[in-house]
Each structure stands twice: as C-alpha cells, then as structure tokens.
C-alpha cells in the first residue's frame, strides 16, 4: 500500500503563485483584445444599407440624417437606439436593425400607411392600424377624409369612420369629414360641404341613423327640384326624424330653409 505525501508548502505556493499568475495573464489578454476591438477602426460602423419601404425617404438621405446619431462601433452600438433613431425620420413606423460583421447595419423600413388627417392642420395623420403619426398632407397625392377627436381616440374615430362612410354610397356624397366632440357628439362632413350632426350614441345605432338619411334625403331634396349636393346642413338626432336644410331653397332665409322627413 502506497501513502502519497502531501507537497511541500513551498511547492504549493509555487503552484498557486503560477496559476495566479497565469489567470492574470488570460485577463490581461482578453482586456487588451476587448480594448483592441473597441478602439480599432476596422469595426466602426462604415456601411449601412437601407431597405424596405422608402417611397417618402430615401435611403441616401436616411444614412445622412440618422449616421450622425449613432454611436458605437459594430460592438457596441445599442441596436435599440439605432431603430428609434431611424423611427423618428418621418413616415417610418417600424425599423429592423440588424449588424453585419464587421463594420456594416442592414436596415429594414416599414413606413406608415395613411387612412386619415388627423386634426385641424395638416401636420399630422392617423395610419390603417389607428396610430398618429407626424407628417405634412403635402407628402401624400391621396385624397384623405379629416378626422377629428380628442387625444388618444384616434383609433375609435378612424373605426366609425369605416363604419359609417359606406352608408352614403345611396346619396352619392362621399364622407369626408368626421368629428368626436368633447362631449361625445359625432358630425360628420360631406363632400358638398354638408355637415350632418349624428348625436351620441352607439355605433350600430349612429350607422343607422345615417343609413335612413342617405336613403332618403335625395327624394326630400328632389320635392324642392334640388339634388343631393344642395345639401347644407341635416340634423339626425329627432327621435322621430331628421332636419334638413337646402341651398336655394328660400322659405324663411335667403339661401337655405328648413325641412324633416320622418324615418
């Protein structure tokens, strides 16, 4: 039977000495190579391409405008801050940054799809999924109703809108306009200029509503030899009907007089 014998102290200390010294050794070199990749040029972001939606920015002037708000290198660079930097150029929604070693980002762009204005001017819009989004109505040759609502509502607005605009194909004046009131009132605006006041209610009840006035505002306006576009102003919210007024229709005023078909 053999009895290993322990080492001596001083070989253990030695050993210890060694080991010590060459954990030091690796972390110095892991530091110097982290230093080196941090600092050398190689890696600093040189190349970045764009792709995706860029019909109102292109990608020239994407690089330009967001390159100088990006810090870092390829390791270093906060791949969060890069997409909030390329979503705050106007009409992006979405950006997918993604590194590509060493020195390169591929960026993808989602912009937003407009379905709306949105308030009185024209420096903002509502997109298809009901979001705000800042951008001038000159960026756009679409025609686009204007929506108007409080803060945060947009989305509901947008909803009745699509709820609501359908129902006037019978009168042949399109929507282009709709309104949410501070105290939860609709009014809507025709493309003759119309305003129709809708009241409160719920949606399918205010669709309706509006069903029965396209319906039957054209045969209202025709008893007076007037077509649907001299439409000036309606007001759905009698319970047992809506008022009417026309253009050139002068009973008690010079351009317009009132009138109530009953539903």
Do not use: K
């Amino acid at each position: 039977m053999s009895t290993t014998l322990p080492l001596p102290l001083d070989v253990r200390l030695m050993n210890l000495t060694t080991s010590l010294l060459a954990t030091v050794l690796l972390l110095g070199c892991m530091a110097a190579g982290l230093w080196w990749a941090l600092r050398n040029p190689a890696f600093a972001i040189g190349h970045i391409t764009v792709e995706g939606d860029t019909a109102h920015n292109s990608a020239a002037s994407l690089r330009v405008n967001v390159a100088p708000r990006l810090s870092g290198n390829f390791f270093t660079l906060d791949l969060d801050d890069a997409r909030a930097a390329f979503q705050s150029a106007p009409w992006v929604r979405e950006a997918v940054v993604q590194r590509v070693f060493p020195n390169q980002l591929n960026v993808t762009l989602r912009e937003h799809v407009p379905a709306a204005l949105w308030g009185e001017e024209d420096m903002h819009m509502v997109n298809v999924q009901g979001e705000v989004f800042e951008a001038a109505a000159d960026d756009t040759d679409e025609e686009l109703p204007r929506l108007l609502g409080p803060e945060g509502r947009a989305a509901e607005v947008l909803q009745m809108y699509r709820l609501l605009a359908p129902e006037l194909e019978p009168l042949g004046q399109p929507l282009v306009g709709l309104a949410l009131e501070a105290r939860g009132n609709w009014r809507a605006e025709l493309e003759s200029g119309a305003v129709i006041q809708l009241g409160q209610g719920q949606p399918e009840e205010l669709r309706a509503r509006l069903e029965q006035f396209a319906r039957t505002a054209g045969e209202v306006a025709a008893r007076h030899q007037r077509g649907p576009g001299s439409i000036a102003s309606a007001d759905l919210r009698h319970v047992s009907g809506y008022a009417l007024r026309l253009r050139g229709v002068t009973t008690g005023s010079p351009e317009q007089t009132g009138t109530r078909s009953t539903r």
